[in-house]
């Protein structure tokens, strides 16, 4: 058998393609590719732990209801998903995600989605305007 040197996804052990989610057609369900985004930068930074899991799984099901409400507003989810798990693992004493780790400032701090509502939601250090990545690619 050949051996690949793709990098190789952890959660599912395929090789992670090198594109990035915006060169990617979206799925069928907005909240699955919401999921997949959030999950793959949880585990970027070392916080795909059960706990946190367990949060972006709660926060999956709530925002079903909202797109149910807001059909529009299916493009929109992905950082409303990735908004509502950084706030519940800070206020759940889980710690600050994603913490910044591309500018010179030295406070810990964390990135925000930007924009906060909208579409191409992407991370952003506030503290010196770097955008970090788009949303499923720290």
Same mark, same amino acid.
């Given at each position: 058998?050949?051996?690949?040197?793709?990098?190789?996804? $952890?959660?599912?052990?395929?090789?992670?393609?090198?594109?990035?989610?915006?060169?990617?057609?979206?799925?069928?369900?907005?909240?699955?590719?919401?999921?997949?985004?959030?999950?793959?930068?949880?585990?970027?930074?070392?916080?795909?732990?059960? !706990?946190?899991?367990?949060?972006? !799984?709660?926060?999956?099901?709530?925002?079903?209801?909202?797109?149910?409400? #807001?059909?529009?507003?299916?493009?929109?989810?992905?950082?409303?998903?990735?908004?509502?798990? $950084?706030?519940?693992?800070?206020?759940? $004493?889980?710690?600050?995600?994603?913490?910044?780790?591309?500018?010179?400032?030295?406070?810990?701090? !964390?990135?925000?989605? !930007?924009?906060?509502?909208?579409?191409?939601?992407? #991370?952003?250090?506030?503290?010196?305007?770097?955008?970090?990545?788009?949303?499923?690619?720290?």
């Amino acid at each position: 058998a050949l051996l690949s040197t793709a990098p190789v996804c $952890q959660h599912l052990g395929v090789p992670r393609r090198r594109r990035g989610w915006h060169h990617r057609t979206m799925s069928a369900d907005p909240l699955l590719e919401a999921r997949a985004r959030v999950l793959h930068d949880l585990g970027a930074r070392g916080l795909d732990s059960v !706990e946190a899991v367990d949060v972006l !799984e709660d926060v999956v099901t709530e925002r079903r209801w909202w797109v149910g409400e #807001w059909p529009d507003g299916a493009s929109y989810v992905a950082g409303q998903v990735a908004q509502d798990v $950084q706030d519940r693992l800070l206020d759940g $004493q889980i710690g600050r995600w994603p913490r910044c780790t591309v500018c010179d400032d030295t406070d810990l701090h !964390e990135l925000h989605i !930007e924009p906060a509502l909208g579409q191409h939601p992407r #991370w952003l250090c506030d503290k010196s305007g770097i955008v970090v990545a788009a949303l499923g690619e720290l």
